[in-house]
């Protein structure tokens, strides 16, 4: 089925999604994030794809929050809590997809657009973007995530600054924080990011879906419980045909071809 409200296109081993519906400047309506949830499915099912880069069309913005016409029409708590439920389903298909997902912030990334670039494995972002959740200028909180996701990446005082607020911050003070890993000029953001994601695909496929687990279970407990996922997460890799090839290629110095085997 094709996609309405996304963009998916093949760099080679890279997927760059775009969200695009530039006149609403990118604002997550239902079936867009329906798209999205369903393009990381049908991308995890191709084992060609190794990477993947999320972006908005336009200059403006990467996602200007949730759809706040929808917001409006909600009917009841019971529809609302849907509503967040469904921002969680997708940042959920991010965040446990086995494909790195780089987050290339273009402009305003608010309220649900800065809850989705939050679930990517991280973030750069063009100097003129603008971060913020702005949720609580319309009476409600963040719901898809930004109350915990926040406080996780910037601390809690910041995060707190940020949800209470409502004020958005710039790309500088994003990098500043820790809420992004780097700062490019609007013009260099694609190609920074689908650099980055090829220099990821160039890695053992399985070593990179197993590091991605390591890191988000491991978030989710104690370091001494996480030390002993990292360790059997290692187990699997190191006995792998791609730890063969790739620690080969080093003694024979030569460029490893990893399959994800
Ligand atoms: N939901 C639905 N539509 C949105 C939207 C959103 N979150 N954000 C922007 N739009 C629409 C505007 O309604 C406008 O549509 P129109 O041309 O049909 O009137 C269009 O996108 C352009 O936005 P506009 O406000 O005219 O652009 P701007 O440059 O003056 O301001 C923002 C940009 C981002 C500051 C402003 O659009 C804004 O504050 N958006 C809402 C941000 C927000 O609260 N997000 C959290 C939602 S939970």
Redesign the pocket.
Known sequence: MPYENILVERDGPVAVVTLNRP???N?LNEALLGEVERAMHELEADRSVLAVVMTGSGE??FA??????E?ARLPDAAAATTKAKSGHRVTHAIEHSRLPVIMAING?A????LELAMAGDFRIASQNAKLGQ??V??G?IAGFGGSQRLPRLVGQGMASYMLLTGEPISADEAKQCNLVEKVVEPGALLDEAKRLAKIIASKGPLAIAATKRAIHKGLQTDLHSALELEAEEFGKVAVSADAKEGTTAFLEKRQAAFKGE
Do not use: R, T, V
């Open positions: 006149k609403a400047l604002a403006k913005a200007a929050g949730a759809d706040i016409s917001l305003y608010l309220g649900g657009g702005p949720e200028n319309l409600i």
